[in-house]
């Protein structure tokens, strides 16, 4: 089973992305999975969250397998997790967390039905510059079951996947969602810049 990690980066985050990098890397080392990162252009013509919807999009047409993003404010926390025993038949995984999906990770399998959904996406440009950009265009076609998404569509625990450390979001420590040793990915949306360097590091499969 092909599966390949990515992410990407701009100027703002190059700091937490070498560290998300560096917990990618050495977890692909480990499994064998591979990974890729982007840069994005600094002409990109919308808001940079967006760039990760063109490279779904453009891997889409060029890998076949099951993408796995993860956004440059997130870390590999748990090295033992086999992430094929969680594919099966469905070809869109997603998270969500107290508020709603998180596209901070999914996991796309290559197919006419996730190229579809992914162009939809993108086509609708009324969320452009919404708060949660890409990530409301998402929710919204989602609960629209747009080409039946739902069908072909996985929720996974965020236990494991994109889990957050729940106490600074206001949340009890022991909350849904929150760090443990069974953490796949851990995941630090929305807090400053500092704070999530620290907490990235601290989190990290690779002490730094």
Not at 93 to 113: H, L
Request: glycine residues 4%.
């Amino acid at each position: 089973m092909n599966c390949k990690i990515v992410s990407m980066f701009n100027d703002s985050h190059l700091k937490l992305h070498e560290v998300s990098k560096r917990s990618i890397n050495h977890f692909c080392d480990l499994s064998g999975v591979s990974c890729d990162f982007f840069r994005i252009p600094n002409d990109f013509e919308r808001p940079p969250a967006w760039y990760k919807i063109k490279v779904i999009l453009d891997l889409l047409k060029t890998y076949d397998g099951h993408i796995i993003w993860m956004d440059a404010d997130s870390v590999i926390h748990n090295n033992d997790i086999s992430i094929g025993s969680y594919l099966d038949e469905n070809k869109l995984y997603i998270v969500k967390d107290f508020n709603q999906i998180n596209t901070g990770f999914f996991i796309v399998k290559t197919c006419q039905e996730t190229t579809d959904f992914f162009q939809k996406v993108w086509s609708m440009t009324e969320y452009i510059d919404h708060i949660w950009w890409e990530q409301a265009a998402i929710i919204h076609l989602y609960d629209d079951n747009y080409l039946e998404c739902q069908s072909f569509t996985k929720e996974l625990d965020q236990g494991i996947f994109n889990s957050y450390p729940m106490e600074y979001y206001g949340k009890e420590k022991n909350f849904k969602g929150c760090i443990s040793d069974k953490s796949f990915t851990c995941h630090f949306p929305s807090l400053p810049l500092n704070l999530r360097l620290d907490l990235m590091k601290k989190h990290s499969n690779i002490r730094i």
